[in-house]
């Protein structure tokens, strides 16, 4: 995201084009969901249930069509129809170091909340879901675990020693 949020990503890019790491940004932010959903170390209580939230969140299925669209060239099952516009604006201002591209979000039903949406403000969208999802799933089993043993998140060290 710093590259994606910078106002020359080019200062940082060495090379690549915005819209590659766009793409990159965009699959990434979707496949977060197999380390999630198929790492055990996560510690997830009920992994349904972190599944379903995923496949419910609708920024983080126009990113995937997004992610998938631009991996496979064509979707044959898309979750929202999103698709991203070409290169349609840029902002430069020199004195400032500005030198910003726009992608918009385009979406077969042109009164999505996401159709017309500028790309950055949909990944950052998905990020926050994401740190959402990861702060109330991950190790929750531990947290269940300490619920049921009277044990505080504050209390005294795991191992029964004092913090």
Same mark, same amino acid.
């Given at each position: 995201?710093?590259?994606?949020?910078?106002?020359?990503?080019?200062? %940082?890019?060495?090379? &690549?084009?915005?819209?590659?790491?766009?793409?990159?940004?965009? #699959?990434?932010? @979707?496949?977060?969901?197999? @380390? %999630?959903?198929?790492? *055990?170390?996560?510690?997830?209580?009920?992994?349904?249930?972190?599944?379903?939230? %995923? =496949?419910?969140? *609708?920024?983080? &299925?126009?990113?995937?069509?997004?992610?998938? $669209?631009?991996? =496979?060239?064509?979707?044959?099952? *898309?979750?929202? /129809? $999103?698709?991203?516009?070409?290169?349609?604006?840029? =902002?430069?201002? *020199?004195?400032?170091?500005?030198?910003?591209?726009?992608?918009?979000?385009?979406?077969? !039903?042109?009164? !999505?909340?996401?159709?017309?949406?500028?790309?950055?403000?949909? &990944?950052? #969208?998905?990020?926050?879901? @994401?740190?959402? %999802?990861?702060?109330?799933?991950?190790?929750?089993?531990?947290?269940?675990?300490?619920? #049921?043993? /009277?044990?505080?998140?504050? $209390?005294?060290?795991?191992?029964?020693?004092?913090?």
């Amino acid at each position: 995201m710093k590259i994606i949020e910078a106002d020359d990503p080019y200062k %940082i890019l060495s090379g &690549l084009l915005f819209y590659d790491v766009l793409i990159f940004t965009c #699959q990434s932010m @979707w496949h977060l969901k197999d @380390w %999630i959903l198929n790492d *055990p170390r996560f510690g997830a209580k009920d992994i349904a249930v972190v599944k379903a939230e %995923i =496949h419910a969140s *609708p920024c983080l &299925l126009v990113c995937s069509d997004l992610a998938n $669209g631009t991996k =496979h060239l064509s979707l044959n099952c *898309p979750k929202t /129809g $999103g698709t991203l516009s070409e290169h349609t604006g840029v =902002h430069i201002d *020199p004195a400032k170091g500005i030198f910003l591209e726009f992608y918009y979000i385009t979406c077969r !039903d042109s009164s !999505d909340k996401f159709h017309g949406m500028e790309v950055r403000a949909l &990944l950052r #969208q998905c990020r926050d879901t @994401w740190a959402g %999802i990861i702060n109330r799933y991950h190790l929750s089993v531990v947290d269940v675990g300490m619920a #049921q043993q /009277g044990v505080q998140a504050d $209390g005294p060290a795991f191992d029964g020693s004092a913090a």
